[in-house]
């Protein structure tokens, strides 16, 4: 399958007609991690991230099921949910 994201030297490149809904991708751009959702209704929602901390690990991961549980972990330790 291809990635509905893909990153070059101009910038991401975005394929919403291959995103499945409600599914989180990702890449890493200049040194922050993009995060790509597309909802329900087909909106696709993007969010930037620059905490170095998350950056690094996430550029060290292998798999890119592992993404949402860093964040997780993120928030619980400098609890972040309310």
Do not use: A
């Amino acid at each position: 399958m291809t990635n509905p994201i893909t990153v070059g030297v101009e910038g991401i490149n975005i394929k919403p007609e291959l995103m499945e809904k409600e599914k989180l991708y990702h890449c890493i751009f200049q040194d922050k991690i993009f995060l790509v959702y597309k909802d329900p209704q087909d909106v696709l929602n993007c969010f930037e991230i620059e905490e170095k901390e998350l950056v690094d690990k996430v550029k060290e991961l292998s798999n890119d099921d592992s993404v949402e549980k860093i964040f997780e972990e993120y928030i619980q330790r400098e609890n972040l949910k309310h």
